[in-house]
């Protein structure tokens, strides 16, 4: 009989696996959900990441009036209240912890996120830590410095946070931003996009806490012409990802105040495509449903654009396949010397995938430049990606559909429901034991939710903000 070993040797040995068990657990049901649609060489879901999740029901409330606007015309109606959020995000972590196992990105979203204390905000990203989850901060940027560094640093002068991620969003659909509460054209909100990299800048220098930042925009058909002169101003303020979503029917349609459809996916891509100046291959890396999502990770070398993935390469199509392969899983919170040994033991199983890596890295130099111009340019790693939602009047029969385990007949409902099946960014919800897509979330869940907390926290007269888009 083998003797077992040591029970530290064990557990060395579990540790530095390429993957944590539990993650591959959760990989692995995740690609066995997943429709065969998007089962693709490229997808990432399955074998990097779960997907991305966000919080919901946890504070409605927004101080701006946008259009259009996802919230339900009831979100306005519900009080912020600390306890109840972090109780909230604490509840719902725990139980997309449970299901989609550790190291995933989520987002502290609902209302404005700023409305909160800083205390409670802190707390609530605190929760979300505790669960393993890598969170990011969802607001209008309208916020000063003070507030800022107290989420960031406790009254002692200790860091909370070694790093802050938030998604700031700026566009004309915005209404209330102190200086430019009507915007009225793309550029007038520069300053405002500058001004909120500088607060986290300042909080770097001041107290060494980095960050991590997302640019969002709604693009409508009046902004769509503009996208181009966000992306070629806004490129080198510092945001690491540009983030773009057509607007949706989804909310209060008090807000939706024209046809949003009038433009196609296409046509907002060809727009990011013109700012940055190159070609944006979004095929040779997928997360869910490319109907949903398409995004390309690069970098900025001075002036010049490089993806990472040339989606018309097969070389790069056999790096990215060996970087499946040979990295899998995910690696967020994992200590760096988990990390190193995780992948020097996945190396010696998948040798010839070093040299397959190396080739890809020369190409990548090659296509930036060369030597001298990476080390005599400033090197910034950006993302563009575009997010489109899907209208309400169609989610709302295809997940009904769906739980009653129907197909629709309409081609428009049962492209929705594949696109909800391959969602890659949904909510926890512990009780009903389900994890829900985004869009059936703000789509149809929303309403009712919100109803409900505007009598658990009603909000009285001397808190009312304006009515929220």
């Given at each position: 009989m083998t003797p077992l070993p040591p029970p530290r040797l064990a557990e060395i040995e579990r540790r530095t696996r390429p993957v944590d068990p539990e993650v591959q657990r959760a990989l692995d049901e995740r690609w066995a959900d997943l429709p065969d649609h998007v089962k693709t060489p490229a997808q990432l879901m399955g074998k990097k990441t779960t997907s991305c999740e966000g919080t919901h029901g946890v504070f409605p409330a927004c101080d701006f009036a946008c259009k259009p606007c996802y919230h339900s015309t009831e979100a306005n109606r519900v009080r912020i209240d600390g306890p109840h959020t972090v109780e909230q995000v604490d509840r719902q972590m725990a139980y997309l912890r449970a299901r989609r196992g550790p190291g995933v990105h989520a987002q502290l979203i609902g209302g404005e996120v700023s409305l909160l204390s800083p205390e409670d905000?802190?707390?609530?990203?605190?929760?979300?830590?505790?669960?393993?989850?890598?969170p990011m901060s969802f607001t209008h940027g309208d916020f000063d410095y003070d507030y800022l560094e107290r989420l960031a640093v406790r009254p002692d002068g200790t860091r909370r946070f070694d790093v802050l991620a938030?998604?700031?969003?700026?566009?004309?659909?915005?209404?209330g931003r102190r200086?430019?509460?009507?915007?009225?054209?793309?550029?007038?909100?520069?300053?405002?996009?500058e001004r909120a990299v500088a607060l986290f800048e300042r909080l770097r220098r001041e107290h060494g806490v980095r960050h991590h930042l997302a640019h969002n925009m709604t693009v409508t058909p009046a902004n769509l012409g503009q996208i181009a002169d966000v992306?070629?101003?806004?490129?080198?303020?510092?945001?690491?990802?540009?983030s773009f979503q057509p607007a949706a029917h989804v909310g209060n349609q008090r807000r939706w105040d024209q046809d949003h459809r009038t433009m196609t996916d296409d046509d907002v891509w060809a727009e990011i495509e013109r700012g940055v100046g190159a070609r944006l291959p979004y095929r040779g890396l997928q997360m869910g449903d490319l109907r949903c999502n398409r995004a390309t990770w690069g970098l900025w070398v001075g002036d010049r654009y490089v993806p990472v993935v040339d989606d018309t390469d097969p070389r790069d199509l056999r790096a990215r396949d060996a970087f499946f392969r040979t990295l899998p899983g995910s690696f967020l919170f994992v200590p760096r010397p988990i990390m190193v040994a995780r992948i020097a033991r996945s190396l010696l199983v998948h040798r010839r995938d070093a040299a397959t890596g190396l080739a890809w890295a020369a190409r990548l130099l090659r296509r930036a430049g060369g030597p001298?111009?990476?080390?005599?340019?400033?090197?910034?790693?950006?993302?563009y990606a575009m997010h489109s939602?899907?209208?309400?009047?169609?989610?709302?029969?295809?997940w009904e559909l769906l739980k009653r385990g129907?197909?629709?007949?309409?081609?428009?409902?049962?492209?929705?429901?594949?696109?909800?099946?391959?969602c890659a960014y949904a909510m926890g919800h512990p009780e009903t034991d389900e994890i829900v897509p985004a869009c059936v979330q703000h789509g149809v869940l929303d309403p009712a939710e919100n109803a409900q907390l505007a009598v658990l926290l009603p909000r009285g007269r001397r808190q009312e903000a304006p009515a929220s888009g």
């Open positions: 905000h802190a707390a609530a990203l605190e929760a979300m830590h505790r669960h393993q989850r890598f938030f998604a700031l969003h700026f566009d004309t659909t915005m209404h200086g430019a509460p009507h915007p009225t054209d793309e550029r007038e909100l520069h300053p405002f996009r992306v070629r101003d806004c490129r080198a303020l510092g945001y690491r990802v540009f001298r111009a990476v080390l005599g340019s400033r090197v910034h790693p950006t993302t939602f899907m209208d309400a009047a169609d989610v709302a029969p295809a129907e197909v629709a007949d309409h081609p428009r409902i049962r492209a929705t429901q594949e696109r909800l099946q391959a």
